[in-house]
């Protein structure tokens, strides 16, 4: 499944599953399959109000979203994107905005430093031999097409594109064979960096921790599209000039031993999400920092393109 925090106008945020070029609203469709049966039920039916409780729902709530994606999927076909939208159902996808799949994490984005031994070289320091952990305050989280504020306390705004695992399953002290089987799915986050502000601090925190700084999405894709997170590859355009190009085969540490390690005596939990690392072509190394006005398009295969465009502080 491609699934989707998404709004429809004025709209609280809901639950849905981006299917081609509509999004369905899988909290209606589960009241709706259930008034089809006879059974009659009010709210959202076993579907959880937000994706962080869906994750944490664990087989009994993906079982549901499951079933309400068919449902859609079945309406789609025989009555068309129009019907279904008339339903309150679903609609185009041009029709909603999208948010971060998970648009505030629980606790802080976990993050992998220094995990492509080409990006580590242009930084000027050695590849790592352990996973090197940081994190990013869940306050950051943006969604795709939201701006990114080149804060007056930078001059050299970056970019990183990272795939992220969200996981589905607790547990501590995972074995490296079992780690993957605590993934709930796969999406992309974009680690925005103030290099001058991380430098100055002598750590990552502050400056990969300013409001804005962690644009996520455009989608969750659910583990079971994406068996091998190692086979992906990974992308980042500015203004359409392709800046970073890579494969996640080349992390040095891959998926399942960066959870493996973070787990060591420290309970993972559903929703966390840990953002991988980046390669190599970041603007630091280029020399090319971002301005307002820039586009970014962090892309990561067989998830999407999460867009966003730097803007300065209103």
């Known amino acids: ?16 599953a981006l299917v081609a070029d509509a999004v369905l609203d899988l909290g209606a469709l589960t009241v709706d399959l259930a008034r089809e049966r006879g059974t009659v039920r009010h709210g959202r039916g076993g579907i959880p109000k937000t994706m962080l409780d869906l994750v944490r729902g664990g087989a009994d709530a993906l079982s549901a979203a499951r079933e309400a994606l068919a449902h859609g999927e079945a309406l789609l076909k025989r009555d068309g994107i129009g019907a279904v939208t008339e339903r309150r159902l679903g609609a185009a996808a041009d029709k909603v905005r999208l948010e971060a ?3 505030r994490p629980a606790r802080n984005v976990f993050c992998l430093g220094r995990n492509y031994k080409e990006h580590a070289a242009e930084r000027g320091a050695e590849a790592p031999a352990h996973p090197v952990y940081f994190t990013k305050a869940p306050e950051t989280v943006v969604g ?4 990114v504020i080149h804060h007056a306390a930078t001059r050299e705004l970056d970019y990183e594109v990272e795939l992220a695992v969200v996981i589905g399953l607790a547990g501590k002290d995972i074995a ?3 780690a993957l089987a605590h993934v709930f799915g796969y999406t992309i986050i974009n680690d925005v960096t103030a290099r001058d502000v991380q430098k100055r601090h002598q750590q990552w925190f502050h400056g990969k921790s300013m409001d804005t700084f962690c644009p996520m999405g455009p989608v969750l894709v659910t583990a079971d599209e994406i068996p091998d997170p190692q086979t992906l590859a990974v992308a980042m355009r500015i203004n359409g000039e392709t800046r970073q190009s890579s494969h996640t085969s080349k992390m040095i540490f891959p998926v399942d031993e960066c959870i493996a390690v973070l787990s060591q005596g420290f309970t993972v939990l559903p929703g966390d999400v840990i953002a991988t690392g980046t390669p190599e072509g970041v603007g630091a190394a280029l020399g090319k920092f971002l301005k ?3 586009k970014m398009e962090a ?3 067989r998830i999407g393109v ?9």
Do not use: H, W
């Open 292 to 294: 307002a006005g820039d």
């Open 101 to 103: 799949p998970i648009p």
């Open 306 to 314: 999460l867009a966003n465009r730097v803007a300065k502080p209103s």
């Open 176 to 178: 490296r064979e079992q």
């Open 144 to 147: 795709p097409g939201a701006k």
């Open 299 to 301: 892309e990561v295969e």
């Open 1 to 16: 499944m491609r699934l989707v925090t998404f709004r429809k106008g004025s709209s609280k945020p809901r639950v849905g």
